[in-house]
T-cell receptor, first 114, second 112 residues
Framework: DAGVIQSPRHEVTEMGQEVTLRCKPI?????LFWYRQTMMRGLELLIY????????DSGMPEDRFSAKMPNASFSTLKIQPSEPRDSAVYFC????????????FGEGSRLTVL | QQQVKQSPQSLIVQKGGISIINCAYE??????FPWYQQFPGKGPALLIA?????SEKKEGRFTISFNKSAKQFSLHIMDSQPGDSATYFC???????????FGKGTRLSVIA
């Protein structure tokens, strides 16, 4: 098993550009989470899905952020338009159900918005 | 509102010493308390976890101590090694389909 796969690993873009981050969870994991990590705020939950259905997106900072999970093996997090304050490491994580179980994290996508 | 407060923010320990990281939570409905370990350039990975029906759980050099009445739990790393140098996150969640809430992390450096 290859684990949770995220792409790109690094993205440098200019303010105003659209950014799309991708995640392939581990097969059989029915919960998927998007977290953002910064020095100041630590790991923040942005949104999570159960069985491909968005359950809670209250952590999405604003309408510029959107996430989709069209099927059990793929999810995207999109930022449009991007701003310098969006610079962070974005993690995708999966698990077998809810929060009271092990989460398996990808290696993250480091986003820098100039 | 920060539901899980973690301290210290950073910690330097001599090789062979004991590393102690503390967390406090507010929501009494939390019933799952894991610790995650993160190395630079990697995602966090589960290290050890506890549920409130026990006060302590030990796995090798890593021990979680849990105090339900004080709403606190801590990670103890015995005989700390340079390879333990990483960022450690405590977290909490409720049973069912609720996500983990993480503390802000502790950067541990173990020096020889």
């Amino acid at each position: 098993d290859a684990g949770v796969i995220q792409s790109p690993r690094h993205e440098v873009t200019e303010m105003g550009q659209e950014v799309t981050l991708r995640c392939k969870p581990i097969s059989g994991h029915n919960s998927l989470f998007w977290y953002r990590q910064t020095m100041m705020r630590g790991l923040e939950l942005l949104i999570y899905f159960n069985n491909n259905v968005p359950i809670d997106d209250s952590g999405m900072p604003e309408d510029r952020f959107s996430a989709k999970m069209p099927n059990a093996s793929f999810s995207t997090l999109k930022i449009q338009p991007s701003e310098p304050r969006d610079s962070a490491v974005y993690f995708c994580a999966g698990g077998r159900g809810g929060g009271s179980g092990e989460l398996f994290f990808g290696e993250g996508s480091r986003l820098t918005v100039l | 509102q920060q539901q899980v407060k973690q301290s210290p923010q950073s910690l330097i320990v001599q090789k062979g010493g004991i590393s102690i990281i503390n967390c406090a939570y507010e929501n009494t409905a939390f019933d799952y308390f894991p610790w995650y370990q993160q190395f630079p350039g990697k995602g966090p990975a589960l290290l050890i976890a506890i549920r409130p029906d026990v006060s302590e759980k030990k796995e090798g050099r890593f021990t979680i101590s849990f105090n339900k009445s004080a709403k606190q739990f801590s990670l103890h790393i015995m005989d700390s090694q340079p390879g333990d140098s990483a960022t450690y996150f405590c977290a909490a969640s409720m049973s069912g389909n609720t996500p983990l809430v993480f503390g802000k992390g502790t950067r541990l450096s173990v020096i020889a």
